[in-house]
């Protein structure tokens, strides 16, 4: 286990070091700066500001300083939000995502595992034909057309709910539904699929010529199995549904991680775009890593270095 992990966090610190790497010399090489679209700034201000952030310095020089600062946990200062660094804006922003992120993400599991288990256990019946009708549409419809939808019924139409904004849990019951829309029908469809095939195992065949009842089948021998394609999709979706989703925060006028995000790229806020990116990227080397290890406890005979057991 030990000698595994040791070999994960390795690759996983190369595979991080590349995407700095990678971003950091694409965002230089998009024309213009930070600064360049500042009306009526004089030539000589904009020097000092230039001078004062160090966008001087020849590239490498940047980035080996930026690679040194990062080794210490500082992702610099903002160019456009003054006195304001990189940390203190995923400081504030990130735990409004991540209240959003975990009931969306909640919503997900525990409504598309049971649907997904329920269509495939009454296959080709009228529950297996509305699971997978509402899976399609899940997958199919954007989600700033559900987001529209559902502020249009509740909060319109019937007043029932806050149409935008962020103040309590009655706030974050229309973002935290549409976010969870698409992936509660990939779920769905995955748990469908692959409770299919595993019911048609041989074992399960003969745990109910034994007796034992549809409920234990289920529960002890097929579930488990069925749910390891669903636990490697849950992985990035956490990730991503965790950093927000800039379209979702926008509708909904939440103070979100997304938001910034996406104001960094118009801006060309160098250390903004950067510091975001890493944190995404932390975050789904880390949970894909928490998946792996999540796959033995569902099947001991997956081991961690690939191989089943015989």
């Given amino acids: 286990m030990l000698r595994y992990m040791l070999i994960r966090i390795f690759n996983s610190l190369l595979v991080l070091l590349a ?9 230089h090489a998009i024309p213009g700066g930070p600064f360049t679209s500042e009306k009526n700034i004089p030539a000589a201000v904009l020097k ?11 590239l490498w020089k940047q980035y080996i300083d930026y690679l040194g600062n990062l080794i210490r946990f500082d992702l610099g200062p903002s160019f456009k939000y003054a006195g304001r660094t990189v ?9 409004v995502s991540l209240q959003l992120g975990v ?16 269509a495939a256990l009454r296959q080709n019946k009228w529950q297996d034909y509305a699971t997978m009708f509402f899976a399609t549409l899940g997958v199919s419809v954007p989600s700033f057309v559900l987001a529209t939808l559902l502020i249009y019924i509740f909060a319109i139409k019937l ?16 973002p935290a539904l549409t976010l969870a829309g698409q992936p509660t029908a990939f779920i769905a469809r995955l748990t469908r699929s692959s409770m299919l095939e595993v019911l048609a195992q041989d074992y399960i065949k003969t745990a109910r010529a034994k007796g034992l009842s549809p409920f ?27 950093t927000g989703s800039f379209i979702i925060e926008n509708i909904f006028a939440i103070p979100g991680l997304g938001r910034h995000f996406v104001t960094s790229i118009y801006n060309r806020d160098y250390t903004v775009i950067l510091g975001v990116t890493i944190f995404y990227s932390v975050l789904i080397i880390g949970l894909n890593l928490i998946v792996d290890l999540i796959y033995p406890l569902l099947n001991p005979r997956i081991k961690l270095n690939g191989k089943q057991g015989e």
Avoid at 48 to 58: F, G, K, M
Avoid at 87 to 95: A, C, K, T
Avoid at 159 to 174: K, N
Avoid at 218 to 242: C, D, E, F, Q, S
């Fill in 19 to 27: 995407i700095i790497t990678i971003t950091f010399f694409l965002m």
């Fill in 103 to 118: 009931v969306s993400i909640a919503l997900s599991i525990l409504l598309g595992i049971p649907a997904g288990a329920i």
């Fill in 87 to 95: 940390n203190d804006l995923i400081r504030e922003s990130f735990p």
């Fill in 159 to 174: 007043s029932l709910l806050p149409a935008a904004m962020w103040g309590g849990i009655t706030y974050m019951i229309l």
């Fill in 48 to 58: 000092n500001i230039e001078e004062r952030y160090r966008l001087h310095d020849p």
């Fill in 216 to 242: 234990l089948i289920l529960y002890r021998h097929a579930l488990k199995n069925a749910l390891i394609p669903v636990i490697t999709y849950i992985g990035p979706m956490a990730a991503g549904i965790l």
